[in-house]
Every structure is written in structure tokens, then in C-alpha cells.
């Protein structure tokens, strides 16, 4: 088994900035697929960045502005210039085959 512990998420100014954190515990794979999804209130949730094999990806609504980073147990979601359609819960997620685990998801609120 694999556990999710996400940390960082907050309230902010349009503008500005939150890091988050996910650490994983547990049997992990070395190269899990780990990504960052988000759900907004009513709305579906959605891939926001990944990485795997040394590549990483993010979505275009967010391109420029946020960035991923992490190791084979750790990963960071570095969100800068952020406005109100970034608002909602974030949750990373680490899978490999049948395998994935999912996050508890941290509040990131961002207020004009």
C-alpha cells in the first residue's frame, strides 16, 4: 500500500504564489507516473502536471506559471501568478500498471 500526504495549500491574493507537497509512504514503484490533478467546485477533476521517466507536462491552462518537481517519493507542484480559476482542491497521485493512489487533496483558494 501506498499513502498520499499532501501539504500547502492556503488562501492567496491573485498574484500570488503556494507550493505544494505530496509524500508518499509505502512499496513504491521507481518510475510511478506522479501528477498533480485539481477539481474545481462543480466541475470535473482535471490533470494539471506530470511527470515519468525523467518528463514532465503540464496542462496549458497552466503553462508558464506552475511547474513540477520531485523525486521517487516526494513531489512539489510550485504555483506562481495564480488567479481565481485556479481555486479548488488539489490532489496527487502516484500510480504504476492496475496501480494508484490518490491524495486526501489540500483547499488552494485564490481571492481577486
Known amino acids: 500500500q501506498v499513502q498520499l500526504v499532501e501539504s500547502g495549500g492556503g488562501s492567496v491574493p491573485a498574484g500570488g504564489s503556494l507550493r505544494l507537497s505530496c509524500v508518499a509512504s509505502?512499496?513504491?514503484?521507481?518510475?510511478?507516473?506522479r501528477a498533480w490533478y485539481r477539481q474545481a467546485p462543480g466541475r470535473s477533476r482535471d490533470l494539471v502536471a506530470s511527470?515519468?521517466?525523467?518528463k514532465t507536462r503540464v496542462a496549458d491552462s497552466v503553462k508558464g506559471r506552475f511547474s513540477i518537481s520531485g523525486d521517487k517519493s516526494t513531489i512539489h507542484l510550485q504555483m506562481n501568478s495564480l488567479n481565481f480559476e485556479d481555486t479548488g482542491v488539489y490532489y496527487c497521485?502516484?500510480?504504476?500498471?492496475?496501480?494508484?493512489?490518490w491524495g486526501q487533496g489540500t483547499q488552494v483558494t485564490v481571492s481577486s
Open positions: 497521485y502516484f500510480g504504476w500498471q492496475t496501480k494508484e493512489y
Open positions: 511527470f515519468q521517466s525523467g
Open positions: 509505502g512499496s513504491l514503484d521507481n518510475d510511478m507516473f
